[in-house]
């Protein structure tokens, strides 16, 4: 195992994410992200700068577990006091499970804002997957908005309380965007439009397995993913693997990593359409689509058959049962099977508040850092000492305070970088060694 280390600058910068010009939070002057890989039991050092000239940062490695290093977890005000522009804070974490996992910014609503990548972990040397395939890629789905962050905000606490949804000039496009392709070759063609928004083309070659990463780093949309005429088999979800089942289209909620095999075997003289559409919430754009192109053909072939439907956004029945079909892999470690505390949360809406149509509670997809749940009832063992969140990850409902956080074991951390605690109420917690109430 070794160390990766990565520098990075994070400012805004001017992007097209959907042809438009806007302004996103990049770092070393890209969007997304530059993606980080690493290899299971490495040790990821991000040294970074806030160079945001009025704004406080932090990045959260979604999915990471920081076992025994819960001050890295990136979280403003619960795991560390926020960078100040113009500071250099140091992330230095192990990556212990190999995995397709993600980062982005966990301060206010900056993820809402561009600021996220690709982390992705390989097994380790010696170790192979319990899958095998030919070549890999890998896409980082996300959400974006007309509106800037800051305006959303005073939105979603002004009186009358403003959704993002309703505001004047709001416009999405959900877009593909990771440009960090593991397969060589990726150029696409050069016609198509702005290199920052033309779809994404996977370049592939007949009979052939391909492995596609999917993370979901939405700030509300809930996604369904298609490949026309082909299955996937998915093989993997949130780091864990599981046990393979074939889909001919997938959910994908905010927060979210899978793995999904795919074989070409389709007609190679076509290219193919891939679509992402909207679930749960009625759609004001169109899927979002990427070209599938077998080689020799060229990227700018149309495919022949169109691109394939998603499901209709309200077809809860259609999200369940591709809920219910992941299991973890035949031999995985079994889940505790007492628990020694309970915490019940209640997770509902009153009647008008944005539920989607009677009776029917808007999709809250939850996320627990520093732990790994992977089965329903959310029992988990608490065995790593930090601060954690527990939060929906659709960023507009974490900013309306949909989250709690849990204090584990905080007496016993110890060597907290003392950047990390310049400020803020867990600084006593944890330095006076005097546990939450
Ligand atoms: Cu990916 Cu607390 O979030
Ligand atoms: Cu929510």
Not at 26 to 35: L, M, Y
Not at 97 to 103: I, Q, R
Not at 132 to 146: A, I, M, R, T
């Amino acid at each position: 195992s070794k160390a990766r280390h990565h520098k990075w600058d994070v400012e805004y910068v001017y992007w097209k994410p959907d042809c438009l010009e806007g302004v996103v939070i990049g770092i070393n002057g890209q969007f997304p992200g530059p993606t980080i890989w690493a290899k299971a039991g490495d040790t990821v050092v991000v040294e970074l700068k806030n160079k945001l000239t009025t704004e406080g940062v932090v990045i959260h490695w979604h999915g990471i577990r920081q076992l025994g290093t819960p001050w890295a977890d990136g979280t403003a005000a619960i795991s560390q006091c926020a960078i100040n522009p113009g500071q250099t804070f140091e992330y230095r974490f192990k990556v212990d499970k190999p995995g397709t996992y993600f980062y982005h910014g966990h301060y206010g609503m900056q993820r809402s804002a561009g600021l996220y990548g690709s982390l992705i972990v390989d097994v380790a040397d010696g170790n192979k997957e319990p899958f095998k395939y030919d070549g890999e890629f890998n896409f980082l789905l996300s959400d974006w908005w007309h509106q800037s962050i800051s305006a959303q905000e005073v939105g979603l606490s002004s009186i009358p309380f403003r959704w993002i949804v309703d505001i004047d000039q709001w416009e999405r496009a959900i877009q593909l965007l990771d440009r960090s392709k593991v397969h060589e070759g990726m150029n696409t063609c050069g016609k198509m439009a702005s290199p920052q928004c033309r779809p994404e083309v996977l370049q592939v070659l007949p009979n052939k397995t391909y492995r596609l990463r999917i993370a979901s780093s939405t700030a509300l949309a809930s996604l369904n993913l298609a490949i026309g005429g082909h299955k996937m088999v998915v093989v993997e979800a949130d780091g864990n693997y599981v046990q393979p089942f074939t889909v001919i289209d997938m959910d994908i909620y905010s927060g979210e990593s899978y793995s999904v095999l795919f074989t070409t075997d389709q007609n190679p003289s076509s290219n193919y359409w891939i679509s992402i559409g909207v679930r749960g919430r009625l759609p004001n754009t169109q899927p979002a689509i990427a070209i599938l192109n077998y080689r020799p053909n060229t990227p700018s072939k149309i495919p022949s058959s169109a691109p394939p439907v998603t499901p209709a956004w309200n077809d809860y029945a259609h999200s369940k049962s591709f809920s219910y079909k992941i299991f973890a892999l035949n031999g995985s470690p079994k889940p505790p099977s007492v628990s020694n505390r309970r915490v019940s949360l209640l997770n509902t809406q009153t009647k008008n508040a944005n539920a989607l149509s009677g009776n029917v509670s808007e999709i809250h997809p939850w996320h627990l850092h520093g732990h790994d749940f992977g089965f329903w009832a959310l029992r988990f063992v608490a065995d790593n000492p930090g601060v954690w969140a527990f939060h929906c990850h659709i960023e507009p409902h974490l900013h309306m305070g949909m989250g709690v956080i849990f204090t584990e074991g905080v007496e016993r951390v110890g060597n907290i970088p003392k950047d990390a605690l310049s400020c803020g109420v867990d600084a006593t917690i944890v330095t006076n060694g005097t546990r939450h109430p």
